[in-house]
């Protein structure tokens, strides 16, 4: 099974799953970028166009010789990071950030004033959740707004805790969050 950490670019993901050192996690932003399954450079937001069919080909890849293993997550989960991965997962964890806050952030990252706009009404209205309860088998949602990196990680690992059990936990329901 794959599991995908994903949300919008500043909501966490990255920062939490750098705790997570009980599981290996691939990061999709550097298999795209370390093994070209890129189409190229999108100029306006000064960004790599994922082939996301070469990526979830060696996604794919990866959780069949990973099985079992340990490689790349936990047992026979594939565990993936990155805001594309829900495209390829068959459960999902979506991190959320208030809208103020993570525009913020991208600035701080010295994001372009299109981008951080285009990222936070992506957040707004729920894209990468939406997608995410459309493709993925189970979806579960984090709030990531005023928790610290450790509170987002310990999060992380409950539910991927209980992925790993079989069962299913409560408060982490999809549509949970509503920054409307």
Same mark, same amino acid.
């Given at each position: ?25 691939? %990061? ?17 937001? %000064?960004?790599?166009?994922? %082939? ?32 594309? &991965? ?9 991190? +959320? ?11 701080? +990252?010295?994001?372009?004033? &299109? ?39 310990? &999060? ?5 805790? &209980? ?18």
């Amino acid at each position: 099974m794959i599991i995908g950490i994903t949300g919008t670019p500043g909501t966490g993901k990255t920062s939490a799953c750098a705790l997570l050192t009980d599981a290996d996690i691939l %990061d999709l932003n550097k298999l795209i970028k370390n093994e070209g399954r890129n189409l190229g450079i999108d100029e306006e937001r %000064d960004s790599l166009i994922a %082939d996301m069919d070469a990526v979830s080909d060696r996604v794919r890849e990866i959780a069949r010789v990973g099985a079992g293993s340990g490689v790349g997550g936990v047992g026979e989960n594939l565990i993936i990071e990155g805001h594309l &991965a829900h495209h390829i997962s068959d459960i999902a964890i979506v991190l +959320r950030l208030s809208p103020d806050e993570l525009e913020l952030r991208l600035k701080e +990252r010295g994001y372009s004033e &299109a981008k951080v706009q285009e990222n936070v009404l992506a957040e707004t209205i729920d894209v990468i959740l939406v997608e995410a309860v459309e493709w993925c088998e189970r979806v579960y949602e984090i709030n990531t707004t005023g928790m610290t990196v450790e509170e987002v990680a310990c &999060a992380i690992r409950e539910i991927l805790d &209980a992925i790993g059990r079989g069962i299913v936990i409560d408060g982490y329901q999809p549509g949970s969050v509503d920054w409307m």
